[in-house]
């Protein structure tokens, strides 16, 4: 009989131990979903069509133009919970920073500014895309070839860390 109880209580403190709604749930990110993640590709990026060689440099501007590269990530990313979630973060290993941003028009010019997190409001999706919110890599050491999938991790506020893979496209 004592083993059937301490048996009991064990299972009593995981299901409760899952239920606990304020602790984030670690990779599983359950009620965000993210579609179409996708890094465009730039002109003069190493073989922007795939299967062919990546062209060398001939000149000095050729070698200035492979230094770090800074560059944007978009995706739909979908809360199907009650509840309303934010994008608190990213992190990559083929950046050297990352930063969530913003991008409007202003005096007739882009302009793109950090933001401390993306909100994605419950039962609903937020679009990163060009003239808006977006995630940006800055200090790219290695330019990434069309086809590429790149592994990016997402930390949201409730749903915790959730890893996705991001393609390379052409523009």
């Given at each position: 009989?004592?083993?059937?109880?301490?048996?009991?209580?064990?299972?009593?403190?995981?299901?409760?131990?899952?239920?606990?709604s304020n602790a984030p749930s670690g990779?599983?990110?359950?009620?965000?979903?993210?579609?179409?993640?996708?890094?465009?590709?730039?002109?003069?990026?190493?073989?922007?069509?795939?299967?062919?060689?990546?062209?060398?440099?001939?000149?000095?501007?050729?070698?200035?133009?492979?230094?770090?590269?800074?560059?944007?990530?978009?995706?739909?990313?979908?809360?199907?919970?009650?509840?309303?979630?934010?994008?608190?973060?990213?992190?990559?290993?083929?950046?050297?920073?990352?930063?969530?941003?913003?991008?409007?028009?202003?005096?007739?010019?882009?302009?793109?500014?950090?933001?401390?997190?993306?909100?994605?409001?419950?039962?609903?999706?937020?679009?990163?895309?060009?003239?808006?919110?977006?995630?940006?890599?800055?200090?790219?050491?290695?330019?990434?070839?069309?086809?590429?999938?790149?592994?990016?991790?997402?930390?949201?506020?409730?749903?915790?860390?959730?890893?996705?893979?991001?393609?390379?496209?052409?523009?």
């Amino acid at each position: 009989m004592h083993r059937y109880a301490v048996l009991v209580l064990v299972f009593a403190l995981l299901f409760l131990g899952a239920c606990n709604s304020n602790a984030p749930s670690g990779n599983s990110g359950a009620n965000i979903q993210v579609n179409d993640a996708w890094l465009r590709a730039v002109p003069g990026m190493a073989a922007n069509t795939p299967g062919m060689p990546t062209p060398e440099p001939t000149k000095p501007t050729d070698v200035a133009h492979m230094a770090p590269l800074d560059l944007p990530v978009y995706m739909t990313i979908r809360n199907t919970g009650s509840q309303i979630d934010r994008l608190l973060k990213a992190e990559t290993a083929i950046a050297q920073k990352v930063e969530l941003h913003t991008a409007a028009m202003k005096d007739g010019q882009m302009k793109m500014a950090p933001v401390d997190n993306i909100e994605i409001p419950a039962g609903g999706e937020v679009k990163l895309q060009s003239g808006s919110y977006h995630v940006m890599l800055f200090g790219i050491t290695h330019e990434p070839k069309v086809g590429d999938v790149i592994s990016l991790t997402l930390t949201f506020e409730k749903a915790g860390t959730l890893p996705i893979q991001v393609e390379v496209r052409k523009p």
